[in-house]
């Protein structure tokens, strides 16, 4: 059983930063790509970024520039650091990764519960 568990969420003012966690854990033999997604009420969700097993990113246009996406392959690990943070940025946010485990024997995609973000302005 694979788990995805995000942290970092909360309440920041307009301006502010957050950074975002997501720890994935369970019978893992490798991770494939990482990524954010975010889902403001009455909106379908989006992509914020992702990140490939070698590093390679890629973000929505509406949070380049102010976020960055990172990884730590040894803890199976990934971060989102948001920095001038909008009130449009106000979305629960869910972490989303792409695991070969050692019952299934192929890559399955998997998510995390979500973890709220709020920004007042």
């Known amino acids: 059983q694979v788990q995805l568990v995000e942290s970092g969420g909360g309440l920041v003012q307009a301006g502010g930063s957050l950074r975002l966690s997501c720890a994935a854990s369970?019978?893992?033999?490798?991770?494939?790509?990482m990524g954010w997604y975010r889902q403001a009420p009455g909106k379908q969700r989006e992509l914020v970024a992702i990140i490939s097993q070698g590093g390679s990113t890629n973000y929505a246009d509406s949070v380049k520039g102010r976020s960055t996406i990172s990884r730590d392959n040894a803890k199976n690990t990934v971060y989102l650091q948001m920095n001038s943070l909008k009130p449009e940025d106000t979305a629960v946010y869910y972490c989303?990764?792409?695991?070969?485990?050692?019952?299934?024997?192929?890559?399955?995609?998997?998510w995390g519960q979500g973890t709220q973000v709020t920004v007042s302005s």
């Open positions: 369970g019978s893992i033999l490798s991770i494939n790509y």
């Open positions: 989303n990764a792409d695991i070969w485990t050692v019952r299934a024997g192929k890559w399955d995609d998997y």
